[in-house]
């Protein structure tokens, strides 16, 4: 394969993935990882790419960016479909579970909503969510706050008092980016506080996130690893995401 045609292909990939690492390079083209960097290096230089931490994003990616909720229910829908599977697995027959927004948690709504489960107490400050389960035969416990159109997810003080008044059993959670020494984040304060105050709230802490989010750091910082429990993503994190996530007790689910 020619150069400009693997710079080409690159490029397509970063822009469809959102995020592509060194290895994964390496292996798909089959050339070394010193090439894939000179690779990478040249793209950045033309303004197609922001090289990261063991790979590459697309050049707008800044740590705010953040895309909105009708843009991002189009991307990784089968490895979302697996990840929130996968998610099922962990919610209990019965007690309490939070399910904070995003498209990930959205799709685990859509298959709790086709299980009966009387005795399980979904809280919820996400719009989409609680329209996925407000027929489904459980209980629903709704969060008010400011709506954020962004994600039509509530935010603000109101919430977070909200939450803080909760013990859950499990809370599934939603993160823009999952990194080793900067744990999760997400690109908007107001999100972050209602996301951490979800964290402090719950027994247990499962995060789901697609590949695109690891190693991947934004704005605001709103739990460490050592908070989360368990992470549910679609493929294997790079060794130094893994070896952190072993070292904070994470149990590790690939789905």
Same mark, same amino acid.
């Given at each position: 394969?020619?150069?400009?045609?693997?710079?080409?292909?690159?490029?397509?990939?970063? %822009?469809?993935?959102?995020?592509?690492?060194?290895?994964?390079? %390496? %292996?798909?083209?089959?050339?070394? #990882?010193?090439?894939?960097?000179?690779?990478?290096?040249?793209?950045?230089?033309?303004?197609?790419?922001?090289?990261?931490?063991?790979?590459?994003?697309?050049?707008?990616?800044?740590?705010?960016?953040?895309?909105?909720? +009708?843009?991002?229910?189009?991307?990784?829908?089968?490895? #979302?479909?697996?990840?929130? #599977?996968?998610?099922?697995?962990?919610?209990?027959?019965?007690?309490?579970? &939070?399910?904070?927004?995003?498209? /990930? +948690?959205?799709?685990?709504?859509?298959?709790?909503?086709?299980?009966?489960?009387?005795?399980?107490?979904?809280?919820?400050?996400?719009?989409?969510?609680?329209?996925?389960?407000?027929?489904?035969?459980?209980?629903?416990?709704?969060?008010?706050?400011?709506?954020?159109?962004?994600?039509?997810?509530? &935010?603000?003080?109101?919430?977070?008092?909200?939450?803080?008044?909760?013990?859950?059993?499990?809370?599934?959670?939603?993160?823009?980016?999952?990194?080793?020494?900067?744990?999760?984040?997400?690109?908007?304060?107001?999100?972050?506080?209602? #996301?951490?105050?979800?964290?402090?709230?719950?027994?247990? &802490?499962?995060?789901?996130?697609?590949?695109?989010?690891?190693?991947?750091?934004?704005?605001?910082?709103?739990?460490?690893?050592?908070?989360?429990?368990?992470?549910? /993503?679609? %493929?294997?994190?790079?060794?130094?995401?893994?070896?952190?996530?072993?070292?904070?007790?994470?149990?590790?689910?690939?789905?």
């Amino acid at each position: 394969m020619f150069a400009e045609e693997r710079y080409n292909r690159i490029a397509a990939l970063v %822009a469809s993935e959102g995020r592509v690492s060194v290895a994964q390079l %390496a %292996a798909r083209f089959d050339i070394t #990882k010193e090439t894939v960097r000179r690779d990478l290096a040249l793209l950045e230089k033309d303004g197609v790419l922001r090289r990261v931490h063991g790979g590459a994003v697309p050049a707008n990616s800044a740590s705010t960016n953040e895309l909105s909720l +009708t843009s991002r229910e189009g991307r990784s829908q089968a490895e #979302k479909a697996r990840i929130a #599977k996968a998610a099922l697995a962990m919610v209990p027959s019965e007690g309490s579970i &939070v399910l904070d927004g995003g498209t /990930t +948690t959205g799709a685990l709504a859509a298959l709790l909503a086709q299980e009966p489960a009387d005795q399980l107490l979904i809280i919820t400050h996400s719009i989409p969510v609680a329209h996925a389960l407000i027929e489904a035969p459980l209980q629903l416990e709704f969060i008010g706050g400011r709506m954020r159109g962004l994600t039509s997810a509530c &935010v603000g003080s109101g919430t977070v008092a909200q939450y803080g008044s909760f013990r859950p059993d499990v809370a599934f959670v939603g993160a823009n980016g999952i990194h080793a020494a900067f744990g999760l984040s997400t690109p908007d304060p107001e999100e972050a506080s209602v #996301k951490a105050a979800i964290v402090r709230a719950a027994r247990r &802490v499962v995060v789901l996130a697609d590949s695109s989010k690891l190693d991947a750091e934004t704005l605001m910082n709103f739990a460490s690893l050592s908070e989360v429990d368990a992470l549910i /993503t679609d %493929a294997q994190p790079e060794p130094e995401l893994e070896a952190a996530l072993r070292d904070a007790d994470v149990e590790l689910v690939i789905a």
